[in-house]
Structures are given as C-alpha cells and as structure tokens.
C-alpha cells in the first residue's frame, strides 16, 4: 500500500469508521478440503456452525450486504464463505457499488466455479484416450495448493469424470503446473522441460487408461 493510502485509511478510521468488516455471504462451497477453517463449530462462535445458517442470494442477498456496509462503513471489506464465487452473480453486482462507496474490498476465494455436469460428461466422462490425454494436460498446467486436489477430483467424479481420467489428472497435478514448467525451464533449458513434460502427460494418460480398462 502506499503512504498516502495508509494515511488516508487511518484517518478514516479516526474520523469513526470501522477497519474492517468480513462478511460470510454464502454457506455452499464445491470443495471439501481437509481442515477447512470455514466449517469449524467454533468459527462463528455463538453464531453456530455455518451450514446451518441461512444462505441468501440474488437480489436479498445483495440488499443485506449493502445494509451491513452502510450500517458499519468499514475502511476494508472481506468477502468469505463458503466460496464467494458461488454468489458470482450477486458480486458482479456488488462489487462496483462497494468500489464506487469508497470501501476497499478483498474476496476471499479459491478462485473455483461449478463446471456444468454435461461439459465434464463429455469431456473426460469415459475411458477414452483422449479423455485421459485431456485431463492430463489440465492437470500439468493446473495449480493444486496442497491437499487441494483430492476434494477437487472428488467433486469431478461426483459430476461425472471417469476414474480413469481422474488418476490421470491426479498424476500430471501435483508433478507438473505452468509456475512449475517456468522455474524448471529456467534451470534445464526449453528442450528438457518439453521432454520432461511429454513424459509427464503420456504416463498420466496410459497409468490412467489401463487402470479403468483393468478395474472398470
């Protein structure tokens, strides 16, 4: 943050503003990781545990969140779930009017959308070669933080993924991500990186293939 920011931030808050305001907008989240904070008994104290709360969207939703800004005016205003995106709709809404009061917003978010079921069917929903391939390729250039790509493939199939192509993308994930090839290139060189990705990708494709053509 710059200095004329910081300064203009306390000076806000000594004029009787609120620092900051964090706001729960959504219980639904698509993931399931390990040792999520957010579904602790004791996250929202008295409040009790959030999946039990009730979750608004649209434009009640939106109401609500302007009336908690207006009521409080927070300098800074976090955005949490749940997944926020969840409410992807509703923020395409909010965050221009919370930008245009003057509050600065931070959203909270593994940055994940709910992919419509028919597009992971017909995908990666057999034990094709080419849906091995396809998921291998994503899962090289994805980015799974750690832990995170078990409730991710978790959900995958729960759409409709192939067990094939989940070992696939389970394979090429965590062994491979575009940060990943960048720094690699930069020790070995262009032609081993490519190498070593090529190799990456064909064994995820072929370890995911036979192991639904051996146990289907």
């Given at each position: 943050?710059?200095?004329?920011?910081?300064?203009?931030?306390?000076?806000?808050?000594?004029?009787?503003?609120?620092?900051?305001?964090?706001?729960?907008?959504?219980?639904e989240c698509p993931l399931r990781?390990?040792?999520?904070?957010?579904?602790?008994?004791?996250?929202?104290?008295?409040?009790?545990?959030l999946r039990t709360l009730a979750?608004?969207?649209?434009?009640?939703?939106?109401?609500?969140?302007?009336?908690?800004?207006?009521?409080?005016?927070?300098?800074?205003?976090?955005?949490?779930?749940?997944?926020?995106?969840?409410?992807?709709?509703?923020?395409?809404?909010?965050?221009?009017?919370?930008?245009?009061?003057?509050?600065s917003v931070q959203l909270v978010?593994?940055?994940?959308?709910?992919?419509?079921?028919?597009?992971?069917?017909?995908?990666?929903?057999?034990?094709?070669?080419?849906?091995?391939?396809?998921?291998?390729?994503?899962?090289?250039?994805?980015?799974?933080?750690?832990?995170?790509?078990?409730?991710?493939?978790?959900?995958?199939?729960?759409?409709?993924?192939?067990?094939?192509?989940?070992?696939?993308?389970?394979?090429?994930?965590?062994?491979?991500?575009?940060?990943?090839?960048?720094?690699?290139?930069?020790?070995?060189?262009?032609?081993?990186?490519?190498?070593?990705?090529?190799?990456?990708?064909?064994?995820?494709?072929?370890?995911?293939?036979?192991?639904?053509?051996?146990?289907?």
């Amino acid at each position: 943050m710059r200095k004329t920011g910081l300064l203009r931030a306390w000076g806000r808050i000594l004029a009787g503003r609120s620092p900051n305001l964090s706001i729960e907008i959504t219980r639904e989240c698509p993931l399931r990781c390990p040792g999520c904070y957010a579904y602790e008994p004791e996250h929202l104290g008295t409040a009790g545990p959030l999946r039990t709360l009730a979750d608004y969207s649209g434009g009640e939703l939106i109401d609500r969140v302007l009336d908690l800004v207006h009521r409080h005016d927070p300098v800074h205003l976090s955005i949490v779930g749940g997944e926020p995106l969840v409410r992807f709709r509703e923020l395409q809404t909010l965050l221009p009017l919370l930008s245009g009061m003057g509050v600065s917003v931070q959203l909270v978010t593994s940055a994940v959308r709910i992919i419509p079921p028919g597009w992971i069917a017909d995908l990666v929903g057999g034990n094709t070669l080419w849906a091995n391939f396809f998921a291998s390729v994503v899962g090289a250039f994805m980015y799974f933080a750690t832990l995170t790509e078990v409730p991710i493939i978790q959900g995958l199939l729960g759409s409709g993924m192939g067990k094939g192509p989940a070992l696939a993308l389970l394979l090429a994930g965590p062994a491979l991500s575009l940060p990943n090839m960048l720094v690699i290139r930069g020790v070995i060189g262009t032609q081993k990186t490519v190498v070593y990705v090529a190799l990456v990708v064909v064994m995820a494709t072929i370890s995911g293939y036979l192991y639904a053509s051996l146990f289907p």
